[in-house]
């Protein structure tokens, strides 16, 4: 049976506006590489438009059910967009990672950061961009900084509303994605 690599997170996760997310997605990409190198993983896409780290929690304990060996954390850009405290997103983040490593202790888990667009400005900006990677310190865990680098704020990477990217964006933040994820793979294979 095949170890498990679930993405736990939002639209970006879930692949929000794509036409065919089941081989389009992050998850269905990062799936479509594991083949491609005979890596036997399977991919499960966790991922549901519109959550919050609030949301998530409330579902998290069905999601650990399925044992993963990664689990992937993509959430936070909800919270922004509605205005939650940073302190009670890092909070949440902070508890989902804690009920990852004790339910499953042998789960690896990769923290995926999101950068704020440009025209996110305002009193939560400095405090929100430095939540990702006080958790990666904190807990000891692997860090992709920016989900998004080099396709948030590209205008033809992206749908209208400026926040979730196109096909060749998912394509993109899968690449970014990669390296440390293949790194925990590796560290998984060595153990």
């Known amino acids: 049976m095949a170890s498990k690599i679930i993405f736990f997170g939002d639209s970006l996760v879930a692949g929000y506006g794509l036409k065919d997310p089941a081989t389009t997605s992050i998850p269905a ?3 479509a590489k594991l083949k491609q190198l005979n890596l036997t993983y399977s991919v499960v896409n966790a991922g549901i ?5 609030s949301s998530a929690l409330s579902r998290l304990e069905g999601v650990l059910d399925q044992e993963p060996a990664i689990f992937i954390l993509e959430l936070g850009a909800n919270d922004f967009l509605r205005g939650t405290s940073p302190v009670l997103i890092l909070a ?3 508890l989902i990672i804690s009920k990852v490593k004790s339910s499953c202790p042998s789960t690896s888990i990769l923290l995926l950061g999101i950068e704020l667009p440009d025209w996110a400005i305002g009193l939560h900006k400095a405090d929100y961009s430095g939540i990702f990677q006080a958790l990666a310190e904190r807990n000891g865990i692997p860090l992709v900084p920016s989900l998004l680098k080099n396709v948030a704020g590209i205008h033809y990477l992206n749908m209208y509303d400026g ?6 964006g998912y394509q993109i933040a899968a690449e970014n994605i990669w390296p440390e994820l293949y790194k925990i793979i590796l560290q998984r294979e060595a153990a």
Do not use: C, F, K, Y
């Not at 438009?49 to 780290?53: A, H, M, N, R, V």
């Not at 926040?163 to 060749?168: C, T």
């Open 163 to 168: 926040v979730h990217p196109l096909r060749e």
């Open 29 to 31: 990409l990062i799936g």
């Open 49 to 53: 438009s519109g959550d919050t780290t």
């Open 92 to 94: 949440n983040l902070q």
